[in-house]
């Protein structure tokens, strides 16, 4: 073998130079990029949670000016149709002004109940943060779906799962939301099951219904506020909104899976009150 130049050395060891500076460079400006690419992902996220915060205090504050505006004349009306209602002599042949006097007051307690549910503060709810008993939750759940759609319940929960720490009426009237949405969507005969149990370290609340579930294009705008499938004056549009939003200012995670023809189902997962990890916020 011949001795190489000392020059070609050089060469060879400025080359080799040239390609641990390109190296370290390319992983250098990779790194940056993943960087900035993050940072971008957590500005769009704060986004969001600000423009759903925004979306919040608009709807609460329209809640509050229409339930104060018009708890006045609905009261009235209420009194006005109790008075039809038992001034009007079946033996006089005015049947039909009673069932009018009913059906006035029929709907004036349904528009009450639009106007308390359009009323919740969400804010106010999640700053009041517990260990909630799940036989309570389960129970509080009961009373509110009421004797129609209660027979058609099915809850499955291990003995294990005691209790979650959440802000208790928030957590019913968002899972009151899905059970609600479930029943609609359901067949008459069909069950809807209410499924609780662990993972993780978090408890996971599972609604399933039978219904005909939803295209990935309606999947997509599920949870929009003022968007809804049902026919007109069955829904507002802001049941799953208002879960996002318990879900979100709680440290949870909701998510809906749905399949045309095989269901829906929804899945609210909250840090488990009895695991070690529990974020002291929520």
Same mark, same amino acid.
């Given at each position: ?12 060891? $400025? ?27 957590? &500005? ?11 979306? &919040?205090?608009? &709807? ?10 018009? $708890? ?14 038992? $001034? ?6 005015? %049947?039909?002004?009673?069932? %009018?006097?009913? @059906? ?16 919740? %503060? ?9 260990v909630v008993p799940i036989d309570e939750l389960e129970n509080r759940l009961r009373e509110s779906i009421g004797d129609g759609d209660l027979p058609r319940l099915k809850v499955v929960r291990p003995a294990h799962v005691t209790a979650v720490r959440a802000p208790l009426r928030a957590l019913e009237q968002a &899972?009151? =939301? ?15 099951? @209410? ?47 208002? =879960?996002?939003? =318990? ?19 929804? =899945? @609210? ?7 070690? $990890? ?5």
């Open positions: 073998q011949y001795p190489q130049h000392p020059r070609h050395l050089a060469e060879m060891g $400025n080359w080799g130079a040239l390609v641990l500076v390109s190296v370290l460079t390319a992983a250098f400006i990779g790194r940056v990029i993943r960087s900035l690419r993050q940072r971008e992902s957590e &500005l769009a996220s704060v986004r969001e949670r600000a423009g759903k915060s925004e979306q &919040l205090a608009a &709807l609460t504050t329209l809640a509050a000016g229409a339930a104060h505006e018009l $708890n006045t004349p609905l009261g009235t009306i209420a009194v006005v149709a109790k008075e039809l209602e038992v $001034n009007c002599d079946p033996s006089m042949g005015v %049947d039909q002004v009673l069932d %009018d006097a009913r @059906l006035i007051r029929r709907e004036v307690d349904r528009c009450r109940t639009i106007l308390s549910r359009m009323r919740i %503060d969400i804010g106010e709810d999640v700053s009041h943060r517990g &899972l009151l =939301v899905l059970l609600r949405n479930a029943f609609d969507a359901s067949p008459p005969d069909r069950a809807v099951t @209410l499924e609780v149990g662990r993972r993780d370290g978090h408890v996971r609340f599972v609604v399933s219904d039978s219904g005909s579930g939803m295209s990935a294009q309606l999947l997509r705008r599920a949870g929009e506020p003022f968007f809804t499938t049902k026919e007109p004056g069955r829904g507002m549009g802001l049941g799953l909104f208002l =879960v996002r939003l =318990v879900a979100q200012q709680c440290g949870a995670t909701f998510s809906i899976d749905s399949t045309v023809g095989a269901g829906t189902t929804c =899945v @609210l997962e909250l840090p488990d009150s009895s695991a070690n $990890n529990v974020r002291e916020e929520c």
